[in-house]
């Protein structure tokens, strides 16, 4: 297949509203946009403004509605447990629709924060898109962190709620999620009303009662119900996420990402970038509480229409190496992205503790994408939000560092140096894509 690179760069580079508009069709609307991109709103505009929509919706129920029900929508692979299990688009809904609904029952609304303080477990997944389907707005947090950098989080974010589970399992131990959960609560100064924590066999722990509720009885007796909540229509300027840097440099930032250009992005990504079908399986070998996480093992896939793998191990140890390919070939991926790629994660909106959600910091670079960062008016590209930069893409050229992941002698491990600014200058680059043992490179229609 010949590269359509310089014809889709020329397309966005002539008229790059036109562009993002067309990619824009992807995605339903429960109300079209009054302008592409608003140059006047917000401090560096905003994408796709006057538009409704809903994340979990365009993730989830559509391709129910469309045919794609009995499809794998995920597979959760966990080799330090043994255990897995394989998720349809129509389970999905089942299970997102149940945990919504006891959201809220909790009081969880739309706008309300949610932190997910959880291992790479299904229910992960779950309460991130059952947070999308009220038009809540959550705020995952790296499973297993100290009890007082939560603590920060929870004062920083107010959430009305967490989510959590019993403990998190790692090779050679099993980590208990739980008092690092009841001793981040006791240091904050903002006291969530409610807890939902999943029990797990492998070290389950006593519930307060009065605010802790069991996350799988709460759950089964919504099944029981037969009771259905519907997608709150959201605007697309409206948050979908909030997603804290480490703050190994300083205060943690809260990276703010909206709903309406982070899907068509994403969505346009799936296939221009990684070659990918509707239908075919992905696997991101990150955390969900990473930003490749939230963007690439969650949403991005989901949007396609793909299948996505959630792996609960290590690239070592569990039980070696070899795991990697084990997956791949097990699942049938058509491509993979690296566990930890050398992306360097920028703020669109940022906040800390003493700040406001409003306070703003500017990339090295600007970009032109719905889900890009700010770039100076008038803007030639959507999405507002957590950026991704690759090594070359965006800013000046740069050499592109061999990754030993990266299948010898394919196109992705030739530098692109040459090559000009990607559409999206906060694109993943393709030429750090894993790619799979079943994956066929010359299939992208971006390269």
């Not at 006057?50 to 080799?79: F, K, M, W």
């Not at 995952?140 to 603590?151: I, Q, R, S, T």
């Not at 969530?192 to 006593?206: F, G, H, K, M, S």
């Not at 800013?395 to 090559?419: E, F, L, M, Y």
């Amino acid at each position: 297949m010949s590269s359509r690179y310089r014809e889709v760069y020329q397309s966005w580079k002539s008229d790059p509203e036109g562009f993002w508009a067309e990619a824009a069709r992807d995605i339903d609307w429960f109300r079209p946009w009054d302008r592409v991109f608003d140059a006047e709103a917000g401090v560096y505009g905003r994408w796709f403004a006057g538009a409704e929509c809903n994340t979990c919706h365009n993730a989830v129920d559509r391709h129910v509605a469309g045919g794609r029900a009995a499809q794998p929508a995920l597979i959760y692979d966990s080799p330090i447990t043994g255990r897995q299990k394989t998720f349809t688009y129509a389970e999905l809904l089942a299970e997102v629709t149940a945990l919504a609904a006891v959201l809220q029952d909790q009081g969880v609304g739309k706008g309300d924060r949610v932190i997910i303080y959880m291992p790479m477990v299904p229910e992960a997944v779950f309460a991130m898109l059952a947070c999308a389907r009220l038009g809540a707005i959550h705020s995952v947090v790296f499973g297993g962190f100290a009890a007082k950098e939560l603590a920060t989080r929870i004062d920083d974010a107010t959430p009305k709620l967490i989510v959590s589970a019993s403990c998190g399992v790692e090779p050679g131990r099993v980590i208990a999620y739980k008092p690092l959960l009841d001793g981040a609560i006791g240091m904050a100064r903002h006291k969530p009303e409610r807890c939902i924590v999943l029990q797990r066999d492998e070290q389950p722990c006593e519930l307060i009662a009065g605010r802790d509720i069991d996350y799988a009885q709460s759950v089964a007796a919504v099944k029981a119900s037969g009771r259905e909540v519907a997608c709150v229509p959201v605007k697309a300027t409206d948050p979908l996420y909030i997603l804290y840097t480490s703050g190994t440099t300083g205060q943690p930032k809260g990276v703010v990402r909206d709903n309406g250009g982070h899907m068509v992005m994403l969505k346009w990504s799936m296939e221009n970038e990684f070659g990918v079908k509707p239908g075919e399986v992905f696997w991101a070998a990150s955390d969900v509480g990473w930003v490749v996480g939230h963007s690439y093992i969650v949403y991005a896939p989901l949007f396609h229409g793909c299948t996505t793998i959630l792996f609960e191990g290590k690239p070592i140890g569990t039980p070696d190496a070899g795991t990697f390919w084990r997956v791949i070939s097990e699942h049938g991926a058509v491509a993979c992205s690296p566990r930890r790629p050398p992306f360097a994660p920028s703020a669109r909106k940022t906040r800390t503790a003493a700040s406001s959600r409003a306070t703003t910091s500017r990339n090295s670079a600007p970009c032109s994408s719905p889900a890009s960062a700010p770039t100076p008016k008038p803007s030639n590209g959507p999405s507002s939000g957590w950026i991704v930069r690759s090594s070359t893409i965006g800013g000046r050229p740069r050499p592109v560092r061999r990754s030993a992941t990266i299948r010898s002698g394919s196109a992705a491990c030739r530098s692109n140096t040459a090559r000009p600014a990607s559409p999206c200058r906060a694109m993943t680059c393709r030429c750090w894509t894993m790619q799979a043992i079943a994956c066929r490179p010359e299939r992208s229609a971006m390269w």
